[in-house]
């Protein structure tokens, strides 16, 4: 028997499970039945919060999505992961320092009880996104469907495709995102956003996900959209991200600093999942 805690960020929901004092071995099989809204628990993506594997980090993060692939990054589920180890007295310290597949996060505890996620540097080189491109650059195409699609593309630890659009609620978010999740230029598939700016300092975004379909948020993506409009000269930090979900704000002083995301975590319920 396994124990398990539901929780969101945004609405994006997680079932995270506690592998420090517990043995978790998930087969994808199993992670899809557990992530189905009918047949399982249902939920975005599974969360496993581990003992550290380096000597400084108080926990090691893994992230499965619904599909059952293993990914680097999930920052709704980083806000929640510090909720959880703090509910579950794991760790009771104000700055939490955890490592995922693609480095460090630090999860910090505020005041006012949203955390604050440090997500990392992005990345823009087209082999660490990855992507298929001559050269690096602030606009990319696609040819997909019966368009050619422009965006720009950002590693924040997972790999991130952000269009443009001019209303989020009419974007072709079911058509073009699945399309564009798994174009040939995306070796390792991606997250596709839509951004529609309201101004400088403020987007609306929809986003379809790698391996868990459209979400009611996604936190990397909300990074991925404030910094490629912040490169595109669209945007000016800090930048709101209104999601569907709810809003996040995200931080980014430029090039080789790292994002920071802000916003809420919560817990939903308790259980234990019979395998
Ligand atoms: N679907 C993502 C993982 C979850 C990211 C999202 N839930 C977030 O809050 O960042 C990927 O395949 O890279």
Known sequence: MLRFTKMHGLGNDF????????????????????????FGIGCDQILLVQAPIQPDAHFHYRIFNADGSEVSQCGNGARCFARFVREKGLCLEDEIRVD????????????????????????FAPADIPLKAEQESVHYTAAAGSAIHRFGA?????????????????????????????????????????????????????????????????????????????????LQTPVRVDLPGGSLYIEWQGRGAPVLMSGPATTVFEGTLEL
């Open 15 to 38: 079932v995270v499970f506690d592998a420090v004092n517990q043995t978790v071995a998930l087969t994808p099989d199993q992670l899809r039945q557990l992530a189905d809204r009918h």
């Open 100 to 123: 995922t597949r693609a480095g460090r996060l630090l999860l910090r505890h505020r005041p006012d009880g949203q955390i604050t996620v440090d997500m990392g540097v992005p990345r």
């Open 154 to 234: 950002v590693s924040m630890g997972n790999p991130h495709a952000v269009l443009p659009t001019d209303d989020v609620d009419t974007a072709p978010v079911d058509t073009v995102g699945p399309l564009l999740e798994s174009h040939a230029s995306f070796p390792e598939r991606a997250n596709i956003g839509f951004m529609q700016k309201i101004d400088a300092h403020h987007i609306r975004l929809r986003v379809y996900e790698r391996g868990s379909g459209e979400t009611l948020a996604c936190g990397s993506g909300a990074c991925a959209a404030a910094v490629v409009g912040i490169e595109q000269g669209l």
